[in-house]
Structure formats: structure tokens, C-alpha cells
């Protein structure tokens, strides 16, 4: 990245201000730019490698506009505001920028600010530039591979899938004279599993006899570029009779991108990618599209030499380290599979990453499987759950100390960080870290070493860190509880795990791994769930998700009195919530619904304090561990506490 920063600030003296601030710290500012068309002017002439703009600008323009075209041209930029509503924030986080500064702010947040952009930049351009040559060698093996024409088509896609999500798949051939031949389609189903859907099943799906579908696929646009259609825009295409409107309502895709790959022959090959969320594709889709062109030019030139396979279920050849280390990661969800392809894309790299999500929605199951699919796999995963300790304990734990560091430290110990030495770190539950190790663990990931406590030789340790947390961490920041240099630090990959109640289609297969599971540990023989256990399973709100759900599975197997599962005892506000039928009478509460109650209400007496004099712990006259873990399995959350 060049040292060149662009001021976007209508605010003369603000923009001066920065100016002064900048070249003191030896930042050329190549110039100020009042407003959204003047800056597109500035960057055109000048390419600066780092914009820094106010969201709020003279003129119709936004900052958060301009931001969309900065992305594209792989600009890093900050923003600046004195806006920090939620609304802004999450305006603006959807694009992704490289650090928000709130206004009125520090010189010296700036400077930090902007070096954490600089490295942000550099290494997100660094790791897609690795993954991109990964792509390319893939792409080469799959044109060289001697598998079925439908085969490679279907890798091809697959190859594509960490980088440009889809659902559904289809592939057209626009011949010079205007003939459209229209390849396979392929449905995704599992992680790697793939329904091939050819003008028979297609048929049987929509109903649709095969020369109306023929005609369909005959009236397909004729566009030669390429093009993304999002939300309403796709909402509206789907409207019109056509392909489109039928895969969206066959298969309830939302979003779409077609790209046309030039054929040396004059003939247009066309990708066509359909994705259940509304979002899924933009501008940086079509931009990758563009360098691939001419490697997937020759893949589809290739194509045509080999004979089409036809079989109903094509299970693809992944690379082998794929495929086992999500096995016992269960759902097929469009939304966990999207979670899958952000693991395959970024797991064999070293960048940190930030898994957020809800309790119990399987964040450590995740960091655990990033591991295994890393090169870093033979080597230690230790795990630091940051809330587990109260704050005096958690230094020692990750640093270690020597031998009289402190009262009680009577042998030296070596923390967790040095422990894990060539492997991986994971910090669980990351937003509960109290502020000042904050700043020795940015550290950490600034000069990869560590110091224990009572010592000045500092120790260097190649670790890759992956955190969590299920809080939202902007709020965080934005409260003065979390430092915005170590979330940006943290934030180079976030997953986000989707919670269970937005993924219900995967009950029914997490229902039968925990009944397989729970049958094995406690030597029972149940065979499945009643048809009104499954409903009542589907229609509740899952507060406490996967892990509520598997404890749930539990209870009820040592409950059921036959082979079949006919009970499940779901907390009663939440099932009335969830619209089950009212009984007419109190129901009884389960012993673990009283329990869960009155956890809750001691802690809301301790204000959500588990640790301590007068905290819940000792007020339950449990250890606090053993309050943390009990809260997990019941699903008791800080939000119930407030
Ligand atoms: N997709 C899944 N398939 C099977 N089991 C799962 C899945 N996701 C989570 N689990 C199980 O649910 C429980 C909770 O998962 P996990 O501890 O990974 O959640 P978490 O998000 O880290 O929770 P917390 O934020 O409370 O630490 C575990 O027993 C885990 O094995």
C-alpha cells in the first residue's frame, strides 16, 4: 500500500486539522475532497492508497457510496464520523471498512488507526492473493483431470464456491448464430454433495412439461456482460416469466450473478450462480470473475472434449483434507454451508480469525475444526475460555510466570500462548478479556512474543489465534470495553455462526446425531422422535441453540418410557411464544427449568456477577466454573439476566 491518503471531509478545518495530523506522522496527503464526485476525481488522478472519509459529505453522495467503489478498486479507507448510531454503524460495517473512527478522536487513535488499516490491507490482499493461486491451480487439475464433461463442470463450480457462493448452478452455451444449449444444473445439498437436475427432473420439480422448459431455457437473457442482481432487483426479475422466476421459486433462491466466459470460437459459455441469501454477490464477484476469465476459458474449452456423465447424485472430488474435518459439524443449511466455505477458504492460511455468533451455536466446534484443517494440525490447539477466569488469574494462564513473580507463584509456569507454539490459540468468549491484557494480547499479535510475568526476556512464538465471543463486539468498542486497534487486529476473518432458530431445517439431523449419540452413551434403544415432537421442536425459538437442543435430546431420551421419543419438555413461556397450544393449566416445570430460574434470579440479584464476595457462585455455593458450565447447559445467557 502507498503512503498517499486522500482526505474526504467537507469540514475545512477538521480536514486541515487531519492534514497537519497526517504529514507529522509522515503521510503524504495527496488531497482534500469536499465531496463524493470531487473525491472520485482525486482518486483517479492521484491513486492514493488510503482514503480516510466522513460518511456525511456536501452534495447527494455519502461517504458509505463512495466506500462501494473504493472497495472494488482494493483502496483501503477509514471512516470518520460523529455518528456512531447503530444504524451508521451497520451502514457502514457493510462495506467493509478498514477502521471507523468516531469524532471527536485522539491523533494518536488516528495514527493507530491507520496502521491497523495498513495491515489490514496488506495481509487481506496478501491471503486473497494466496487463495486466488490456489483457485488457478485448482482450475488446472480440473481441466487436466479425465472425469465426465459433467464432472469438471460441477468441479469447476465447486472451485469457485469458497469465493462465490451459490445454491444453484447453471451452465448455457450461447452458440455465434444465437442457439442456446443448455448444460446441466446442479443443486447444492450438502457441503459437498450435489443434486445434478437435467430438463427431467427439472420437469418434475416445477411440473413443467420438457418443450415449455426447452423454450425457457431457449429465452434465457441475451446479455454479454456480466451481471448481479440482489434483494428487489432479483425480486423483479424473478417476476417475469422466464428461468429465473422458476429456479427462484422451484428452489427459493434470492440473489444471482450470470457471467459470460468469451469462447475462442466467437461462442459465450455461461456461469450461472443462484444463492438463497438476498445478498450474496457484488461488484468484488465479477471483478474476480474477470482475472479467472482466461483460465476458465480454457476449462470450458476443454469441456467439449469429453463425454457427459449422467448420474442423479454426484458426490465431487474434494481435495481429501476437506471433507473429513467436517464430520461431526452437522446441518446442511444454505447458511452453514456458507459457513463451511468461509472455513475451506481461510483455514489453511495463518490469518486470525474472529468466530462470532450465539451461545451454544458451536463456535469452539468450529475454532476446532479450523485446526484440524489447517497445517498447523500436528501441532497443539489450546483453548482459554476468558471467561472462565477472574481477571487476576487470566495473565498468568496465557503469559506464565516465573518462579516468586508474585505471592503464590512458587514454581515457574509456562502459559498458554507458549504452550500452543506452532499451533493454535483459541480465546473463547474474547469480549469478556479485561481491557489492560487487551493490550498484551495486541501485542502477542504485533510482535509475535510473549513475557511471562516476572520476566523481561521476551519469547518468540509463531501462534495462529482464533477468538470468539457472542457478544457484539462494535458495542463493545463503542462502550469503552473492548479496544478497537485489537478488534481490527481480530477482525481480518470474522465467521459469523448463523443461530439455530434461522437454520431449523437442521434440527431434524442435529435430532437424530444426538439421539445416534446419547443411544451409544446410555445403552438405550430409541429409534426417532413422534411427528408433535419434532413439530413442537420446530415451531420453538431455540434461545440457548445447538447446545440446548442437545441437552434437550438428552433429557428426553432418559424420559421416553418406549422406543419412540413422544415428550419433549421445552420451556413453557417460549412454547406458548412459539404459538404451541395453551393447556388450560399451569404446567409443572422440569427440575431443570427451576433450576434455570432460579439461576436466573440470583444472578440478576449479583447484577450478572458470577465471580467474588456476593457473587452468584457464592451465593449458590457452587464453585464458579461449575455456575458457568451449568449456565451453558441451560442455555442462561447475560441478555436473560438484564
Ligand atoms: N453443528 C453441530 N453439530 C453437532 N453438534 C454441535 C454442532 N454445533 C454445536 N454442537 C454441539 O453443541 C454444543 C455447543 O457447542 P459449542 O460449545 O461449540 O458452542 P459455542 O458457540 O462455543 O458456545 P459458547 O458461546 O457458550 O461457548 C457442543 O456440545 C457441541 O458439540
Known sequence: MNDKVLIVEDQFVEAHDLRLMLEKAGYTVCGIARSVPQAVELIEKEKPGLVLLDIFLKGKHTGIDLARQLREEHIAFVYLSANSSQDVLAAAKATQPYGFLV??????????????ARYRHENSLESSLRKESMLYKRLDMIRESLVSRDQKLLQTAIALQAFIPFEYFSAVMRLKDGTTIHGKDFLRIGFDEYQQIGLRELATIT???????????????????????????????????????????????????????????????????????????????????????????????????????????????????????????????????????????????????????????????????????????????????????????IESELFGHEKGAFTGASDRRIGKFEQAHEGTVFLDEIGEMPVELQAKLLRVLQEKEVERIGSRAPIRINIRIIAATNRNLEKEVAEGRFRLDLYYRLNVFPITIPPLRERKEDIPALVS?????????????????????????????????????????ERSILLARGNVIEEVAIPSLQRKGAGAEPTGEERIKTIHENERDHIVSVLKKCNGRIWGMGGAAELLNVPPTTLNSKMKKLGIRKEHIS
Not at 469524532?103 to 491497523?116: A, G, N, Y
Open 207 to 393: 411440473g413443467l412439461q420438457e418443450p415449455v422448459l426447452n423454450l425457457l431455457h431457449a429465452g434465457m437473457e441475451k446479455t454479454v456482460n456480466a451481471v448481479f442482481y440482489n434483494e428487489e432487483h432479483f425480486g423483479r426479475l424473478a417476476k417475469t416469466p422466464g428461468l429465473h422466476r422458476l429456479v427462484a421459486e422451484s428452489f427459493k433462491m434470492a440473489s444471482h450473478m450470470v457471467y459470460p466466459v468469451p469462447l475462442s470460437n466467437g461462442d459465450h459459455f455461461y456461469f450461472h450462480f443462484y444463492s438463497r441469501r438476498p445478498d450474496a454477490y457484488n461488484a468484488g464477484h465479477i471483478a474476480l470473475f474477470d482475472r479467472l476469465a482466461p483460465a476458465l476459458t480454457q476449462v470450458v474449452e476443454h469441456l467439449t472434449h469429453f463425454p457427459s456423465a449422467d448420474p442423479a447424485v454426484i458426490t465431487p472430488l474434494r481435495p481429501a483434507a476437506h471433507s473429513p474435518g467436517f464430520g461431526d459439524i452437522i446441518g446442511s443449511s444454505h447458511l452453514l454451508l456458507n459457513v463451511f466455505d468461509n472455513i475451506t477458504q481461510v483455514a489453511p492460511l495463518d490469518t486470525s480469525i474472529l468466530i462470532l455468533g450465539e451461545s451454544g451455536t458451536g463456535k469452539e466446534r468450529i475454532a476446532d475444526c479450523i485446526h484440524q484443517l489447517s497445517p498447523r494440525k500436528h501441532k497443539p490447539l489450546i483453548k482459554v475460555n476468558c471467561a472462565a477466569l477472574p481477571a487476576t488469574l
Open 513 to 553: 446425531h444426538f439421539l445416534q449419540y446419547f443411544n451409544r452413551k446410555t445403552g438405550k434403544r430409541i429409534t426417532g422422535l413422534s411427528d408433535k415432537a419434532l413439530r413442537i421442536m420446530m415451531e420453538y425459538n431455540w434461545p440457548g441453540n445447538i447446545r440446548e437442543l442437545e441437552h434437550l435430546v
Open 103 to 116: 469524532k471527536p478522536f485522539r491523533e494518536k487513535d488516528l495514527l493507530v488507526t491507520l496502521e491497523i
